[in-house]
Structure formats: structure tokens, C-alpha cells
């Protein structure tokens, strides 16, 4: 369920502007995204597993009283949900029973996740514009941040050891990024949007 109906024309343009320019510029972020999964041998979809990391991703935004807190759990939602959608996409069924079970868990878990990220970009879209000089270009400057920090929770995760990555008790830890890096990325964007002008 959109709220885009409730949003400013304004914000409802450079939204669909940043929706598009992030499909174009996260093909290879997303590739390293299955390749974490797949060096790690985590190609098992779990959707109990997985709609409880979003979840918890999700509650870490909603909770978050900072732009920068935010913006690391939308990255850290993001991460999760690339590497749900690969290991859904790795599993192999011997029945059609198997695959149609395996079908309905993800298409709920898809649903769910499409109404919950959908609040979360428009919401980081609106905070970030503010900080946009209010031309079309600010849809290149909001991609551009999203995904330096989409590429700081991707490295974070990547620098982690290989039977760290397989440890689910403590997954929450295993999900965390440098909030000291992204709040780096965060003014190094301001400098560069005012260097443009």
C-alpha cells in the first residue's frame, strides 16, 4: 500500500526520479549482494528467518530518531531483502506441492516487504530533498548517497569472516554497519551538492 496519494507532487517526482536512477546504478551492488550469500553457502530460504531480519530492519527505522540512523536501516533492509530474493531464486524443489508452499511464503513476504519499503524510501526521499537545491538533478544526488551507503553496509559485510557470516543466534550484530561511515558519506554529499553550485 502506497502512501504516495499523501506526498507533494514535488517529492512524488524526485521519488519516482530516484526509483529510477537506483534500478539503473545497483546492478553490480546487487551482484555482490548474491555473491556474499552465495561464498557463504547461504542459498537456504528460510521466510520465518528472513521476514524476522526485515523486520527488525524495519523496526530500526521506524525507531530511529536520526537522518543517518534511517539511512543505515534502509540500507540494512536492502541488503537483506537482495539476499532473500537470491536465496529464494537458488532453491531447487523436487515437488510442485514444494514449489507452491515455497511460492506463498514468498509472494507474502514480498508483499509485505514492497508496503514497508515503500514508507521508508518516501520518507528518506522527502528528509533528503530538503537538503536538494530543488531542480531535477536532485534525484541524481539522492541515488548517488543511497547507494555510497547501500556500498558501506555492503562492505561491512563483506570484511566479515566466513563463519561469522553462517552464525544466525547473533544475526542482529551480524547485520550491523558503521553508522560513523554513513554519517562520513552523509556530509561528504553535502560538500559535493554545495561545491556544484
Same mark, same amino acid.
Not at 35 to 58: M, Y
Not at 101 to 119: C, D, G, N, P
Given at each position: 500500500?502506497?502512501?504516495?496519494?499523501?506526498?507533494?507532487?514535488?517529492?512524488?517526482?524526485?521519488?519516482?526520479?530516484?526509483?529510477?536512477? $537506483?534500478?539503473?546504478?545497483?546492478?553490480?551492488?546487487?551482484?555482490?549482494?548474491?555473491?556474499? $550469500?552465495?561464498?557463504?553457502?547461504?542459498?537456504?530460504?528460510?521466510?520465518?528467518?528472513?521476514?524476522?531480519?526485515?523486520?527488525?530492519?524495519? $523496526?530500526?527505522?521506524?525507531?530511529?530518531?536520526?537522518?543517518?540512523?534511517?539511512?543505515?536501516?534502509?540500507?540494512?533492509?536492502?541488503?537483506?531483502?537482495?539476499?532473500?530474493?537470491?536465496?529464494?531464486?537458488?532453491?531447487?524443489?523436487?515437488?510442485?506441492?514444494?514449489?507452491?508452499?515455497?511460492?506463498?511464503?514468498?509472494?507474502?513476504?514480498?508483499?509485505?516487504?514492497?508496503?514497508?519499503?515503500?514508507?521508508?524510501?518516501?520518507?528518506?526521499?522527502?528528509?533528503?530533498?530538503?537538503?536538494?537545491?530543488?531542480?531535477?538533478?536532485?534525484?541524481?544526488?539522492?541515488?548517488?548517497?543511497?547507494?555510497?551507503?547501500?556500498?558501506?553496509?555492503?562492505?561491512?559485510?563483506?570484511?566479515?569472516?566466513?563463519?561469522?557470516?553462517?552464525?544466525?543466534?547473533?544475526?542482529?550484530?551480524?547485520?550491523?554497519?558503521?553508522?560513523?561511515?554513513?554519517?562520513?558519506?552523509? $556530509?561528504?554529499?553535502?560538500?559535493?551538492?554545495?561545491?556544484?553550485?
Amino acid at each position: 500500500m502506497s502512501t504516495k496519494a499523501k506526498i507533494p507532487d514535488d517529492i512524488l517526482r524526485i521519488l519516482d526520479a530516484v526509483e529510477e536512477e $537506483n534500478r539503473r546504478r545497483r546492478t553490480s551492488l546487487v551482484q555482490r549482494i548474491v555473491e556474499w $550469500n552465495r561464498d557463504r553457502n547461504l542459498f537456504f530460504f528460510d521466510a520465518n528467518q528472513e521476514v524476522h531480519k526485515l523486520s527488525v530492519c524495519a $523496526n530500526d527505522f521506524f525507531y530511529s530518531t536520526s537522518l543517518i540512523g534511517r539511512l543505515n536501516a534502509l540500507a540494512d533492509f536492502e541488503f537483506v531483502w537482495f539476499g532473500a530474493a537470491s536465496k529464494y531464486g537458488a532453491m531447487v524443489f523436487a515437488t510442485m506441492e514444494e514449489m507452491a508452499a515455497a511460492e506463498r511464503h514468498y509472494q507474502s513476504l514480498f508483499s509485505w516487504k514492497e508496503s514497508v519499503y515503500t514508507i521508508m524510501i518516501e520518507n528518506v526521499v522527502a528528509e533528503l530533498s530538503e537538503h536538494c537545491r530543488g531542480g531535477e538533478e536532485d534525484a541524481e544526488w539522492i541515488a548517488l548517497l543511497l547507494e555510497r551507503i547501500l556500498t558501506i553496509v555492503i562492505e561491512a559485510n563483506e570484511k566479515r569472516p566466513l563463519e561469522e557470516s553462517r552464525d544466525m543466534t547473533d544475526w542482529k550484530k551480524w547485520l550491523k554497519s558503521s553508522k560513523k561511515e554513513i554519517e562520513m558519506a552523509f $556530509n561528504d554529499w553535502l560538500l559535493e551538492m554545495d561545491e556544484e553550485e
